[in-house]
């Protein structure tokens, strides 16, 4: 694995170096099906580049900014496809929704963040994005026939549509199957960059070897709760109830990856490129550090076998308090 250095990559806990880090494994989505599927299973991840239409994304981004202009978060003069954050406004005015921002999927900031929280809330069902991007051909069909599950390919209603703004506190480490508990753990993650995204500009970063340190951590539990006497059931809670309150495994990823003995997986992105992981990879994301104070934005899409066993409360568009 190639070594990574670059100037001001950081976590919650520290820097990110040719130590601690490495790059991700890229993929080209030509490659035979058998490759990919091989490389995933490996990694617990696949990097597929420019799988989606650039332009595509690129509108989706426009579209989004152009939705929250009003709220004063982008640069006076500056076109919404670029993002640009404007550095004279406070970062905590304009917080990302999810994935451990707040406890019980709570609603982020206060008085002064609302306007700002309610329209990045309302994109989630406009349909630029819920009907157009997140159901886009390209992708859709991709997955279909990479997990050979055909025309039961179910793209999961509940989606997270985040922005990362430039110094804002970071996505904490964590796998999606703690918030998909009541599916089978068969689900496929799509983890879509709206935008570009410099190597230091807030991406997703995945933990070498995370899949199956993910999956270890879990039985390792269910061991214990099935010896407690516990059914499926309640393992399944008392593990929930065992995460911190947001659904983290940590709030510190350089710390987390020393305990295991890993290093940080990380790229920089661009628009078109997507991050499929396994329920198990653990994940987390890196600061945003973006020299020019580019607006990180992407969104989680997932996928299931309609004929197994999945979490059906993923059916409902993302609401805050929804209970996931």
């Not at 790059?23 to 995933?40: A, G, K, N």
């Amino acid at each position: 694995m190639v070594a990574i250095i670059a100037d001001r990559l950081a976590v919650n806990d520290g820097l990110l170096n040719s130590e601690n880090a490495a790059l991700l494994r890229q993929s080209d989505p030509s490659l035979p099906l058998e490759e990919l599927r091989r490389r995933y299973d490996e990694d617990g991840y696949l990097f597929l580049k420019q799988i989606l239409p650039r332009d595509d994304v690129l509108a989706a981004r426009e579209a989004y900014f152009s939705s929250l202009e009003s709220t004063g978060v982008l640069k006076p003069g500056t076109n919404p496809r670029e993002g640009i954050f404007d550095h004279a406004k406070r970062h905590e005015d304009y917080p990302g929704i999810g994935a451990g921002n707040i406890g019980g999927n709570g609603k982020p900031g206060g008085d002064r963040a609302a306007a700002f929280v309610d329209l990045a809330l309302d994109a989630h069902y406009q349909d630029w994005y819920a009907e157009k991007f997140c159901n886009h051909s390209a992708l859709y069909d991709f997955v279909s026939k990479f997990s050979d599950w055909g025309k039961n390919t179910l793209s999961l209603r509940r989606t997270l549509l985040r922005n990362n703004i430039p110094g804002s506190k970071p996505i904490g480490v964590h796998y999606d199957q703690i918030f998909l508990r009541h599916g089978d753990p068969t689900s496929v993650t799509a983890w879509v960059p709206m935008g570009d995204i410099k190597i230091n500009g807030g991406g997703l970063i995945y933990l070498e070897d995370g899949d199956r340190i993910g999956v270890g951590m879990e039985e390792a539990f269910f061991v214990k709760a099935k010896e407690a006497g516990l059914t499926d059931e309640e393992a399944r809670s008392a593990f929930n109830s065992n995460m911190m309150a947001t659904g983290l495994l940590s709030e510190f990823p350089a710390e987390f990856a020393r305990e295991h003995g890993r290093r940080w997986l990380v790229s920089a992105y661009e628009a078109g490129d997507v991050v499929l992981h396994k329920p198990h990879m653990i994940h987390a994301s890196a600061i945003n550090q973006d020299p020019d104070n580019v607006i990180r934005l992407a969104t989680d899409l997932r996928f299931c076998d309609s004929s197994k066993p999945y979490d059906k409360r993923w059916m409902n568009y993302y609401r805050f308090h929804d209970g996931v």
